[in-house]
């Protein structure tokens, strides 16, 4: 437990950043969910329909600051990879 005041604000500040975040990470990891599951499904079609979504919500994760770029661009990346290799198949 903090003992300074201004440590005791920074937690209070931090508890509500991350609540604040956690909604928009669990949307997007329940949406990479559901792309892996359809993919695997061999439902290519329609996880194609739901790639420019998932692309949306991680670049607006990157801009509120809840992914750092390189992370948002490592997973669009895997997740255009895993797309193609599906097609190929």
Do not use: C, Y
């Not at 950043?17 to 969910?33: D, K, N, T, V």
């Amino acid at each position: 437990m903090p003992n300074l005041a201004n440590a005791k604000k920074a937690l209070r500040q931090n508890l509500a950043r991350a609540a604040r975040r956690q909604p928009i990470i669990e949307e997007i990891h329940s949406s990479r969910r559901h792309f892996r599951k359809l993919l695997e499904a061999g439902k290519i079609e329609e996880a194609k329909a739901i790639m420019p979504k998932l692309d949306q919500m991680l670049d607006k994760a990157v801009t509120k600051n809840i992914f750092k770029l390189n992370k948002a661009a490592r997973v669009k990346s895997r997740l255009m990879a895993s797309l193609q290799r599906a097609t190929q198949k």
